[in-house]
């Protein structure tokens, strides 16, 4: 009589085979499940290309260009060229009288990373000038910077500014919030430099789907609407948050005190005036007519 335990081995081994059988395939199903998935929305999303434009004159006038975040550097400290080349893009618009006003939105999570400002910087260094730049310290995703283009700054069509695979995903977005939005495309670095991002990008599209058609998320903050091209009250750095700073305002000039008139002028004034004249202190002091109140 074969011992017990060879009596298990015997029985165990075929059912341990089918059970690795059926792992297998259900991870190959799952597998080709995700390659589906990105491929429906590689599709879909490519679609959007037809927005988009590579020749500044061929792009549709739009009073505002939304140009989206990036760091100015790589964690390796090298320069980040999609940085460089969405600057000059934006440039380029400006001063082909493409847009009037330039938005840049980005992430501001620490003091020392913030892409807003530096996009600021580097588009007041290529000759914007600074009144015609606005920003948006709130825009973590490609999502939050379109929808609040739109409920914030109070844009319902305008420009995207970034590389074209970028610009597709947020065209899509925009579109799909009634933005009609289009997008001019910058130049892309070379595939060495660009293939972690393309990598990510295919990601970044399905992510894109669920976050539209599944989850219904939104902007992380909204806040109060601002005007472009409207001046606004200004505020110290230590207390932008996802606020606009803006052009300061210059105080209202005082008033210069009229001199004082003795009494004894005013009573000579008052008998020397005719019938039909009022006298100057009179007119200064009686209260405004509803025709003559300004409005």
């Known amino acids: ?53 590579d020749d500044v004159d061929a792009v549709p006038y739009n009073r505002v260009a ?10 390796g400290g090298s320069p980040n060229h999609y940085f460089k080349y969405r600057i000059k893009a934006a440039a380029e618009l400006y001063n082909n009288g493409k847009v009037d006003y330039i938005l840049v939105s980005g992430d501001n999570a620490t003091v020392q990373y ?3 400002r530096q996009m600021r910087r580097a588009l007041i260094q290529a000759g914007i000038p ?39 995903r947020a065209i899509f977005i925009a579109r799909h919030f009634g933005i009609e939005a289009v997008g001019f495309n910058a130049l ?3 595939a060495y430099q660009g293939i972690k991002t393309r990598v990510r990008e295919v990601f970044a599209r399905l992510m894109g789907l669920l976050d539209l058609y599944v989850l219904d998320k939104g ?3 909204l806040g109060e609407p601002i005007v472009i091209g409207g001046p606004a009250p200004c505020q110290a750095l ?5 606020s606009q700073p803006c052009l300061p305002m210059v105080p209202a000039a005082k008033p210069t005190p009229a001199p004082a008139v003795s009494a004894a002028k005013a009573t000579s004034a ?10 100057s202190g009179a007119a200064a002091n009686a209260p405004a007519s509803p025709s003559a109140a300004a409005p």
């Open 219 to 221: 902007p992380k903050f």
């Open 114 to 116: 913030n892409e807003p």
């Open 130 to 168: 600074a009144s015609a730049i606005y920003s948006d310290y709130a825009g973590f995703r490609t999502l939050d910077s379109i929808v609040r283009a739109k409920e914030v700054f109070g844009q319902a069509r305008f420009t995207v500014v970034s590389q074209a695979f970028h610009n597709e």
């Open 270 to 279: 008052a008998v020397s005036t005719a019938p039909d004249q009022v006298p």
């Open 188 to 190: 892309d670095p070379s």
């Open 1 to 53: 009589m074969a011992p017990c335990h060879l009596l298990l081995q015997t029985r165990t081994a075929p059912r341990m085979k089918k059970f690795a059988k059926i792992l297998l395939a259900c991870l190959c199903l799952l597998l080709a499940s995700v390659a589906a998935l990105l491929g429906y929305s590689e599709w879909t999303v490519s679609d959007a290309r037809h927005y988009t434009y």
């Open 66 to 75: 939304l140009v989206l975040g990036t760091s100015k550097y790589l964690i």
């Open 238 to 242: 230590s207390t932008i948050g996802a």
